[in-house]
């Protein structure tokens, strides 16, 4: 009966283990014009895949913004400078850095 009781609180204990240890991901975006220079100073917003709610937004320092700690899944990305604005979707991997690079002209 002890052999049993123990063993159950093991499964139990290792499937909660396995359920809260979901990891995440970070993204880094890379903002570049026509000449291939990294651009300041461009909003890049974080969406939901569906682009119904924003999740978060940074402006480009050195052409670059990260976020951080996100869950794995789909999300869209908005990108605006003065009159050029682009719409992406991208994937994001569990335990990974995504990187994605873009050319905004």
Do not use: W
């Amino acid at each position: 009966m002890k052999a049993r009781f123990y063993l159950v609180v093991v499964l139990v204990s290792l499937v909660l283990l396995l359920t809260a240890c979901n990891g995440v991901g970070n993204l880094r975006v890379n903002v570049y014009n026509q000449q291939q220079s990294l651009m300041n100073d461009v909003y890049v917003g974080l969406y939901t895949a569906n682009f119904k709610r924003r999740i978060d937004f940074q402006y480009t320092t050195r052409g670059e913004v990260r976020f951080k700690a996100l869950e794995p899944g789909s999300y869209g990305l908005k990108i605006i400078k003065h009159n050029a604005k682009k719409q992406l979707r991208v994937q994001v991997q569990s335990d990974q850095n995504n990187y994605l690079k873009v050319d905004l002209y």
